[in-house]
């Protein structure tokens, strides 16, 4: 595999993992007109390589043929070289027998009052002789208008050789557009992966106090997840979030407060265990309100602009273990906080494509 085509391999992957990373936190129909964009832009650079491919086929084609034609073009200058020289001996040598026929009518006249037979054999020799300069002439003519069809089909194939390079020339320019477009496209969700790895990095080394059990941070599909427990945060069939709780809410917030280009959504998670109290429904409920309630801890930071935040309620439907251990429902009572980078300027820069 060479270079361009690894590099175009790369393209595709980063893309595809850009398309899978922004389809759980934009709206459907946006995701879908973005990666549809995104299936066309690459059909569209496919084609034009391959049709830049046929072309460069057809263009060593076509020298191929040129180099064909200029040899036959040289073989029939020879030709014409040869047949001028022979021109020359016939029209030498029609001089010739113009001079002889001249000589022959002085001998005939004088041979008419002696010889009669003598007189029809040489005008028998002279009326032959008058033939094959008749039919030497018309070869010479005959080849003169094959050298001349010739040189326009030579000249006719350089104007379409010269049109095929301009047309080349022409889909590589597009091409090498399209390349500088993904290239700038490769940068900005590298720099957008740097971004949420450093972020990461903080918010990992903000909550370091909490044990393993308590809260997890880590990166999937270009987003930082924190995934609180439920023993961290509230109590059983709570919605109250605990002060150990608010602690670590608000070491996050500090992080968030200082990157105004992140988007939060908060998901409320819960186990299969059916809940039904004065003013908890059931399980839906019981997410949505306790994501409800970190949004309003995290927007106590008068820094984080609540635009920038989602709350959702997922109930028991999106479990990360089985419900039938109690290790495994105690892993599913949770609350993830989903951290993503702003991607509208990556939307911009699909959208221009």
């Not at 350089?158 to 049109?163: A, F, I, Q, R, T």
């Not at 091409?175 to 990095?201: G, M």
């Not at 819960?270 to 997410?287: A, Y």
Request: glycine share 4%.
């Amino acid at each position: 595999m060479n270079f361009q085509a690894m590099k175009q391999t790369l393209s595709m992957a980063i893309l595809g993992l850009l398309i899978f990373s922004i389809a759980a936190c934009v709206p459907q129909r946006k995701y879908q007109d973005t990666k549809m964009r995104l299936q066309e832009s690459n059909e569209e650079n496919k084609n034009c390589r391959e049709k830049l491919g046929e072309s460069m086929k057809k263009n060593d084609e076509y020298q191929e043929e040129i180099g064909s034609l200029r040899k036959e073009s040289d073989m029939l200058k020879r030709d014409t070289s040869r047949l001028s020289q022979e021109y020359n001996r016939v029209h030498k040598l029609n001089k010739n027998l113009n001079e002889l026929y001249e000589k022959v009518i002085s001998q005939n006249k004088d041979l008419l009052a002696t010889s009669t037979a003598q007189n029809q054999k040489l005008e028998l020799e002279l009326a032959n002789k008058q033939r094959e300069l008749e039919i030497k002439e018309k070869y010479l003519k005959d080849l003169e208008t094959s050298l001349k069809a010739q040189e326009a089909n030579i000249n006719k194939l350089n104007e379409d050789l010269k049109e095929r390079e301009k047309n080349i020339n022409s889909l590589t320019g597009n091409l090498q557009e399209r390349e500088a477009r993904v290239n700038e496209l490769e940068a900005l969700i590298n720099r957008k992966d740097s971004a949420v790895n450093a972020l990461k990095q903080k918010i990992s080394k903000a909550l370091l106090g909490f044990k393993e059990n308590e809260l997890t941070v880590e990166m999937k599909n270009g987003k930082v997840y924190v995934s609180l427990a439920e023993q961290l945060l509230f109590g059983s069939g709570s919605t109250t979030v605990d002060e150990k709780g608010k602690d670590a809410l608000q070491k996050l917030a500090s992080v968030l407060a200082k990157n105004q280009d992140i988007n939060i959504l908060i998901e409320g998670h819960t186990d299969d265990v059916p809940i039904k109290t004065g003013s908890i429904k059931d399980n839906w409920d019981l997410s949505v309100l306790r994501a409800t309630s970190i949004v309003r801890i995290l927007s106590q930071n008068n820094k984080i602009d609540p635009k920038r935040i989602t709350a959702a309620g997922r109930g028991e439907f999106v479990p990360v273990s089985s419900n039938d251990s109690k290790t495994g429902k105690q892993k599913n009572r949770r609350t993830e906080i989903i951290l993503t980078p702003d991607l509208d300027e990556l939307f911009k820069l699909l959208e221009s494509n």
